[in-house]
């Protein structure tokens, strides 16, 4: 019977894993490659032992049987099922990270979450909320509205509409994150408060620069923050980031369903 799972050793810092669901939609510009969850059949030292559930990012293809990097593989809760255990390799750090270790917002606080009807957005939004901020949401459709709204956002606004009037006009944003290289925030400057931290998520790739005028930001007394994720460097984030998610994705569960397209492995 031929399994796809190759005979040879994984090699040296890396683990064999048999590939149970993979997420195609999370593959981004915040990290590179596509999130896989699967069991490790094959040790690699300083790893997780042989049968745990380990979540990682791959390379664009998957197969069922592959290697993945040990630094970079990270063990699944038990309380997580695959489906949410593949937001952890990548997306949920990032999230984590951003808001919860670098205390990017405060309680109280205005967050403006760009695309939050984005798997990204929708925890986003969440975390926003559980930590005490008031997240709005920016989404291009009513339906996406909608779900942003049951994931926690306070108040929002439509790509359609003159958005950033609007959310000015409702006090506007202490905090605006956006996922898409930062494209959204030199016309989000239109409802920033003063003072406001603006992020970029995401490794912009050429022709992608955000073009926002010093003396604007200087006006607004704005800071722009460029967030970069590194699964090696910042994988103490992301083993604390991965014991909070379950308590979290349940109030997002059915929108991240509506947003995820996943593949489960033959």
Do not use: F, K
């Not at 195609?24 to 300083?46: H, K, Q, Y």
């Not at 909320?129 to 439509?158: I, K, N, S």
Request: net charge positive; aromatic share 2%.
């Amino acid at each position: 019977m031929t399994t796809g799972i190759p005979p040879s050793s994984p090699g040296a810092g890396r683990l064999l894993i048999e590939v149970r669901r993979v997420a195609p939609d999370l593959a981004s510009a915040l990290a590179p490659g596509v999130p896989v969850v699967g069991r490790v059949l094959r040790e690699a030292p300083g790893g997780p032992a042989a049968g745990t559930r380990v979540a990682a990012m791959a390379p664009g293809t998957s197969v069922p049987g592959m290697t993945v990097a040990v630094e970079g593989a990270l063990s699944v809760p038990a309380a997580l099922d695959d489906g949410a255990a593949l937001l952890l390799p990548a997306l949920w750090p990032v999230v984590w990270w951003t808001l919860a270790d670098r205390r990017l917002a405060g309680p109280g606080e205005a967050v403006l979450v760009h695309e939050a009807d984005t798997p990204w957005g929708l925890l986003m939004t969440a975390l926003s909320r559980e930590l005490g901020a008031q997240p709005l949401a920016a989404t291009a459709t009513r339906d996406g509205m909608r779900r942003a709204m049951r994931a926690g956002a306070h108040d929002g606004a439509l790509y359609t509409t003159d958005w950033p009037v609007l959310l000015r006009e409702h006090g506007g944003a202490d905090v605006v994150l956006d996922p898409s290289h930062g494209q959204h925030l030199p016309a989000s400057l239109g409802c920033a408060r003063h003072g406001a931290r603006l992020a970029a998520l995401g490794i912009a790739a050429p022709g992608q620069d955000i073009s926002i005028p010093l003396s604007a930001l200087r006006r607004r007394g704005a800071s722009l923050h460029a967030i970069r994720w590194d699964p090696v460097r910042h994988r103490t984030h992301a083993a604390r980031a991965a014991r909070e998610l379950p308590a979290l994705v349940e109030r997002v569960r059915d929108a991240l369903n509506a947003s995820l397209n996943l593949l489960s492995m033959p």
